[in-house]
């Protein structure tokens, strides 16, 4: 059975930064695209960013030049490196494995989720 666990959450002030990770096992984690989500109240999960196995990465155009989304496949570990966050950035995140390879952008290609980790940006 695949586990996912993050961790990394907290609240910062607008313009500080929080480093999520992400820790998975029961799988083969190298061969699998990852997402960090995140789902504010009242709106609809999104994804933040993405990676293929082979490291390929997306990324929404809100954090663009802000998050950074990294893994090691060599601790089944995933990270999102988020700096200058913004009180718009508030939400559960979420770490989810994907059903291939690739990064997708839909949330139905991803078939395994943490329970997320809430992360609050105060303006």
């Known amino acids: 059975q695949v586990r996912v666990v993050e961790s990394g959450g907290g609240l910062v002030q607008a313009g500080g930064s929080l480093r999520l990770s992400c820790t998975t096992s029961g799988h083969t984690f190298n061969i699998y695209g990852m997402g960090w989500f995140r789902q504010a109240p009242g709106k609809e999960r999104e994804l933040v960013a993405g990676?293929?196995?082979?490291?390929?990465?997306y990324y929404a155009d809100s954090v663009k030049g802000r998050f950074t989304i990294s893994r090691d496949n060599t601790k089944n570990t995933l990270a999102l490196q988020m700096n200058s966050l913004k009180s718009e950035d508030t939400a559960v995140y979420y770490c989810?494995?994907?059903?291939?390879?690739?990064?997708?952008?839909?949330?139905?290609?991803?078939?395994?989720w943490g329970q997320g980790t809430q992360v609050t940006v105060s303006s």
């Open positions: 989810a494995v994907g059903r291939s390879s690739y990064a997708s952008l839909r949330s139905t290609e991803y078939n395994t």
């Open positions: 990676i293929s196995s082979g490291g390929i990465t």
